[in-house]
């Protein structure tokens, strides 16, 4: 009787354990932590399209999910938000814009770890990405990016464009020389505007705007939050602005729908928690970009929006 009840007691503790414990093949519910790099737009939605893709495949499996979901406001307390997924041992962890994806990659190598908001994977892991990583890339074609500029602006040869972005951003360096690149091709002159501290945005914005004739901001997270800052100061001087990721202070950009982008995230995540997918066998995926302009900013600026 002693050893019945001992077998029915040590059961009981695996169950209880096995329940404790995320990913438990008898529950139903799947534990998800999110890390969001910052405050942002684009940020926002690509987190709010994975929480509603994900949940959306939960309900029509008969499961359910719960999300932890932290901003860590700034690239060094991305680690401290991971830790904390990893110390729970959540079923996955969705990473949202590259510090946050580094960070993760960082803490664990047998939780699955989806990315989103992320240029360059390949670049971003020096060509080795782990085997739990995959996710969706915001990567525009910086090709017609730079193409679109010169059309738009009449930019020739000897002209000057200004490159903003802040420099604890890897996925903005590797955005600067690509369309340096394709710039310099076309004779045209680029400058490096970088700062490490927000403090530092105003007066480098500043003197960029008085030595340029447009200004080009790739998919930068902390430029992206304080863009005001700069539109201000480059519509006072008359300077147009693109970005790569939309936004009030652009005359006109070719840009990814971030909430679209979170949306195909949270469809890998369900393949990962519902199927047994692996990261691994996952291609990154990337969106198709659409072309915007801002009219009354571009009457403003004196640019003409093209018929088609």
């Known amino acids: 009787m002693k050893k019945i009840i001992s077998l029915v007691l040590v059961a009981a503790l695996a169950f209880a354990m096995c329940l404790s414990f995320a990913g438990c093949g008898s529950s139903n519910t799947y534990n998800v932590g999110i890390c969001q790099l910052m405050v942002h737009d684009s940020l926002d939605?690509?987190?709010?399209?994975?929480?509603?893709?994900?949940?959306?495949?939960?309900e029509a499996a008969g499961k359910t999910v719960e999300f932890d979901t932290q901003v860590a406001g700034e690239s060094n307390l991305c680690a401290t938000v991971i830790n904390?997924?990893?110390?729970?041992?959540?079923?996955?962890?969705?990473?949202?814009?590259?510090?946050a994806l580094l960070a993760a990659a960082n803490a664990t190598t047998t939780i699955p770890v989806l990315g989103t908001s992320v240029t360059d994977y390949a670049?971003?892991?020096?060509g080795a990405i782990p085997e739990n990583v995959s996710g969706t890339s915001d990567a525009v074609p910086f090709d017609e990016q730079a193409k679109m500029m010169i059309e738009t602006l009449g930019l020739v040869p000897g002209d000057v464009v200004g490159v903003l972005y802040c420099t604890n951003e890897s996925n903005s360096l590797i955005q600067y020389e690509a369309v340096k690149a394709l710039f310099e091709e076309e004779g045209i002159v680029v400058e490096a505007y970088t700062f490490s501290e927000t403090t530092e945005l105003q007066t480098v914005a500043t003197s960029m705007a008085s030595s340029v004739k447009a200004v080009y901001i790739p998919s930068d997270n902390t430029v992206a939050q304080n863009?005001?800052?700069?539109?201000t100061i480059c519509t006072e001087k008359n300077v147009p602005i693109y970005t790569s990721y939309g936004g009030?202070?652009?005359?006109a950009s070719l840009a990814i729908d971030y909430y679209e982008l979170g949306v195909q995230t949270g469809k890998m995540a369900a393949q990962v928690l519902l199927e047994g997918a692996k990261p691994a066998e996952m291609e990154v995926l990337t969106l198709t970009p659409s072309v915007s302009y801002n009219e009354e900013l571009c009457a403003q600026l004196?640019?003409?929006v093209p018929a088609n």
Do not use: H, R, S
Request: net charge negative; charged share 15%.
């Open 45 to 58: 939605q690509a987190t709010q399209g994975f929480v509603d893709a994900l949940t959306e495949a939960m």
């Open 84 to 99: 904390t997924f990893t110390a729970k041992k959540v079923d996955l962890i969705m990473a949202n814009a590259t510090p």
């Open 123 to 126: 670049d971003t892991f020096a």
């Open 227 to 231: 863009d005001a800052i700069v539109g």
């Open 248 to 251: 009030a202070v652009c005359y």
């Open 302 to 304: 004196g640019i003409e």
